[in-house]
């Protein structure tokens, strides 16, 4: 079964970092684009960014370029999203998805995982 299992949210003081991971399980990593996209209460879901799947080049939105990282470990299936200087804004509901093309929209993504809030005190 094809599955991605987000995990590694938490709280977190503004300023500070968290890592989050997404284990891919019925899939090899070589062979999808898993991208980032996050969810704030009463927002539109939105790109966060990706990491393409054959070359391992990632992508950032403009809103976490210098703060987010995204890198895998090909052995683990997983891949991950570190977060430094975390901002109040940043506060939302992360998800992972597997998609074919190097992108930050929703709509190119057609496997997802559960959510992991991530809440970014002030």
């Known amino acids: 079964e094809v599955q991605l299992q987000a995990s590694g949210g938490g709280l977190v003081q503004a300023g500070g970092s968290l890592r989050l991971s997404c284990l891919a399980s019925?899939?090899?990593?070589?062979?999808?684009?898993i991208g980032w996209f996050r969810q704030a209460p009463g927002k539109e879901r939105e790109g966060v960014g990706c990491?393409?799947?054959?070359?391992?080049?990632?992508h950032y939105a403009d809103s976490v370029k210098g703060r987010f990282t995204i890198s895998r470990d090909n052995a683990k299936n997983t891949v991950y999203l570190q977060m430094n200087s975390l901002k109040a804004v940043d506060t939302a509901v992360y998800y992972c998805?597997?998609?074919?093309?190097?992108?930050?929209?929703?709509?190119?993504?057609?496997?997802w995982g559960q959510g992991t809030l991530v809440t970014v005190s002030s």
């Open positions: 998805a597997a998609g074919q093309f190097r992108s930050v929209e929703a709509y190119e993504y057609d496997i």
């Open positions: 019925g899939f090899s990593l070589d062979d999808y684009t």
């Open positions: 990491i393409h799947g054959g070359n391992g080049s990632p």
